[in-house]
């Protein structure tokens, strides 16, 4: 495996959305010096807070998401190994053989003798199908794997240990609990939780939840010697509100308010909101054994009502926080015009200046953007910064809307020029120019409607090219397009599809 893309630290624990450690660490080395204070109010798992700690910054981390605060807690909390190997074998000793003896015969008759979660499953395209609706967490397991799992939980929460041990022996579970239900496929290459929803495959693995957990634990142990030794005793805060001299500082809390923090307070500011994916939905399974609740009512999301206005207000209170002349980066996936332009109308009331967009060094793509022809493939950074001058703000923006013959005509001008290239290659060739302009349209739409697709050698891992004249092949469409999230209240036009890709 390659040290580039392969960190323990990044393989312990899955998390959707997680961007790439080497991009993460350039961008703060890039904006910030040793000593200076990097915030992240959409942290996820950590990646921005780990790579500043790493590279001698203070890091403050927040997500609404109690999961993603745990994963960052037992990622970056110094713990020590020795003492974790001696509680997995006090564990081993507790359990191991029972749940081991259940597997010795076909499971008939097995049924847990200990707690395990019976949260309902959000219906939902991150969540179940509406004909499963009422569907639990424990309907994910076979009777036997439920069996071994709550045994193993038991043992986790009951065995003689120090409490860093514990979370990290339950991070080792929460790790390895998908691969306790009946979502892995039975084929040679489907060993892991492969959809972003929860789907039961018509013939799936029943794996030995012991051994599945034991191999998880010693990637957890690889995990800890390699963060102990990177981070060293870093000390880290999520009181509330966190110890200002902490060298990490952790909430759990929306991006929406950061007054824990004082005015002009911040270096550098990195920020990886969702764009396609619902990240509360995907963690109830681990949320429901860790007993975590999740506030539904103020995840933010593209395909919301509310999308504006929470981000509106998440984005001031970044400005809000950080010092002047400073910059703040936002990472971005999403290429339809109505997400856009309400991102641009957010972006343009913190009187931020505009620096640029380029594309996030990311040289790895994810399954779903593999596999999906019509996703952007890449995310994308938008560089702004606050004013030097106290109350100066950047130029307006200018009003008059992008309309659809002006795309083509931009677009037909670039293919003229360059030949035909990929939707990604477009979309960053004319974004910086319409970044700042409302777009009347999706680029996409003119695309499909005015140009010629060919699919390249290689599908799907490589993309189609877009080309002036006819296309040679149908351009992806709906097939490509799993149905968008059911929302509550009016449905938006735009919400009809919506392609999936890493964020
Ligand atoms: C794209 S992910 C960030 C992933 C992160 N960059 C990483 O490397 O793991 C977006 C995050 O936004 C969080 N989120 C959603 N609504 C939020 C809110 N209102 N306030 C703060 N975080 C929120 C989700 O829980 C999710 O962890």
Redesign the pocket.
């Given at each position: 495996m390659s040290e580039k893309y392969f960190q323990h630290r990044y393989l312990a624990h899955k998390?959707?959305?997680?961007?790439p450690w080497y991009a993460?660490r350039a961008l703060i080395e890039a904006h910030t010096a040793p000593g200076e204070t990097v915030l992240?109010?959409?942290?996820?798992?950590?990646?921005?807070l780990v790579e500043a700690l790493a590279t001698g910054r203070r890091a403050i981390g927040?997500?609404?998401?109690p999961m993603?605060a745990f994963i960052c807690r037992v990622t970056i909390t110094p713990a020590d190994t020795d003492a974790l190997r001696q509680a997995f074998e006090h564990l081993r000793a507790a359990v191991a053989d029972e749940i081991n003896a259940l597997y010795a015969g076909d499971g008939e008759g097995i049924r847990p003798a200990h707690w395990y979660p019976t949260t309902e499953l959000p219906v939902s395209a991150f969540g179940i199908m509406a004909k499963d609706a009422g569907m639990t967490v424990a309907d994910l397991f076979t009777p036997r794997n439920l069996t071994a799992a709550a045994l193993l939980w038991h043992g986790i929460q009951t065995i003689p240990c120090d409490p860093v041990t514990r979370d990290l022996l339950r991070f080792s579970f929460t790790a390895a609990v998908a691969q306790f239900t009946k979502m892995i496929r039975t084929k040679k290459n489907g060993t892991g939780w492969w959809v972003n929803a929860y789907r039961i495959p018509r013939t799936y693995r029943e794996n030995n939840v012991w051994r599945s957990f034991e191999n998880k634990l010693w990637a957890v142990v690889r995990m800890k010697e390699e963060t102990n030794a990177l981070l060293g005793p870093v000390s880290l805060s999520m009181g509330d509100p966190p110890e200002p001299n902490a060298a990490c500082r952790l909430r759990i809390?929306?991006?929406?308010d950061l007054s824990f923090l004082p005015e002009e307070s911040v270096d550098y500011v990195f920020i990886?909101?969702?764009?396609a994916?619902k990240?509360?939905d995907l963690?109830v399974l681990w949320c429901s054994w860790m007993g975590f609740e999740l506030p539904f009512d103020?995840?933010?999301?593209p395909w919301q009502q509310r999308f504006r206005r929470?981000m509106t207000q998440?984005l001031a209170e970044l400005a809000r926080v950080l010092r002047p002349g400073k910059v703040l980066t936002l990472?971005f996936a999403t290429r339809y015009a109505s997400v856009l332009n309400e991102w641009r109308e957010a972006i343009e009331a913190t009187g931020l200046e505009w620096l640029g967009v380029t594309p996030l060094q990311q040289d790895q793509l994810s399954f779903v953007q593999r596999q999906h022809d019509t996703t952007l493939k890449g995310n994308y950074l938008l560089t702004l910064r606050k004013h030097g001058s106290p109350g100066a703000r950047a130029t307006p923006a200018e009003a008059t809307p992008v309309t659809e013959h002006e795309i083509a005509s931009m677009i037909h001008a670039l293919l003229e020029e360059r030949g035909p290239m990929t939707y990604d290659q477009l979309f960053q060739a004319l974004y910086p120019a319409l970044a700042r302009r409302p777009l009347a349209c999706d680029l996409y739409t003119v695309l499909a409607t005015r140009f010629g697709y060919s699919i390249t050698e290689g599908r799907p891992y490589e993309e189609g090219v877009w080309h002036l004249g006819e296309g040679n092949a149908a351009p992806p469409e709906a097939s490509n397009h799993r149905v968008a999230p059911r929302m509550r209240g009016p449905r938006r036009e735009a919400q009809l599809t919506l392609p999936f890709n890493g964020?």
């Open positions: 998390y959707w959305g997680r961007r993460m992240d109010s959409f942290c996820g798992s950590g990646t921005t927040v997500d609404l998401n993603a809390g929306s991006a929406t990886d909101p969702p764009w994916i990240y509360f963690s103020q995840e933010i999301f929470d998440a990472n964020g």
